[in-house]
T-cell receptor, first 114, second 114 residues
Framework: AQSVTQLGSHVSVSEGALVLLRCNYS??????LFWYVQYPNQGLQLLLK??????LVKGINGFEAEFKKSETSFHLTKPSAHMSDAAEYFC????????????FGKGTLLTVNP | DAGVIQSPRHEVTEMGQEVTLRCKPI?????LFWYRQTMMRGLELLIY????????DSGMPEDRFSAKMPNASFSTLKIQPSEPRDSAVYFC???FGQGDNEQFFGPGTRLTVL
């Protein structure tokens, strides 16, 4: 069965610092992986996705993630944090084949300090 | 496109009352998903539909919960009778079942059961 583990429920960085949000997955088939962002009182918005093409995936707002099969990881990074990046971030894995279910991690709350 | 539309945005009700949440997916999308988000359990998939047919309802917590999709542009999630532990944010999402099947989320309905 597919599962996702996000290490760290809360990450705090200074404005301008590197953002690193960790995600490890477990999947019995080649995975589709996603990062979503949720701003306060809003729904989830897709940041980026890995669908077995390039292992380094670039998303919106300067975020990117690298798929590492050997480490079963899909960590999210951004070189320089901005105050507007403060939000909750969710990693998700899609079940394979014709099963379109997504399993989400518990989420990581990112705080950006001035 | 207006995106996924959910109503109401907020619902406050008393224990034992019937609650109906509504969702209008993005036009042309053939998959619809209902999620529940709580602090304790995170984001959970309750049920999803393909072409208006329920495919997987294994996440529906108990018989008090039911979901319908009478046509391609409308779905409901009903709780009868409601209980305080049903208090959560309920999200609807839709997707097009080709390619990577990105899910687009609505703004959610915040349900409070007193």
């Amino acid at each position: 069965a597919q599962s996702v583990t996000q290490l760290g429920s809360h990450v705090s960085v200074s404005e301008g610092a590197l953002v690193l949000l960790r995600c490890n997955y477990s999947s019995s088939v080649p995975p589709y992986l996603f990062w979503y962002v949720q701003y306060p009182n809003q729904g989830l918005q897709l940041l980026l996705k890995y669908t077995s093409a390039a292992t380094l995936v670039k998303g919106i707002n300067g975020f990117e993630a690298e798929f590492k099969k050997s480490e079963t990881s899909f960590h999210l990074t951004k070189p320089s944090a901005h105050m507007s990046d403060a939000a909750e971030y969710f990693c998700a894995v899609r079940h394979g084949g014709s099963n379109y279910k997504l399993t989400f991690g518990k989420g990581t709350l990112l705080t950006v300090n001035p | 496109d207006a995106g996924v539309i959910q109503s109401p945005r907020h619902e406050v009700t008393e224990m034992g009352q019937e609650v109906t949440l509504r969702c209008k997916p993005i036009s042309g999308h053939d998959y619809l998903f209902w999620y529940r988000q709580t602090m304790m359990r995170g984001l959970e998939l309750l049920i999803y539909f393909n072409n208006n047919v329920p495919i997987d309802d294994s996440g529906m917590p108990e018989d008090r919960f039911s979901a319908k999709m009478p046509n391609a542009s409308f779905s409901t999630l009903k709780i009868q009778p409601s209980e305080p532990r049903d208090s959560a944010v309920y999200f609807c999402a839709s997707s097009f079942g080709q390619g990577d099947n990105e899910q687009f989320f609505g703004p959610g309905t915040r349900l409070t059961v007193l």
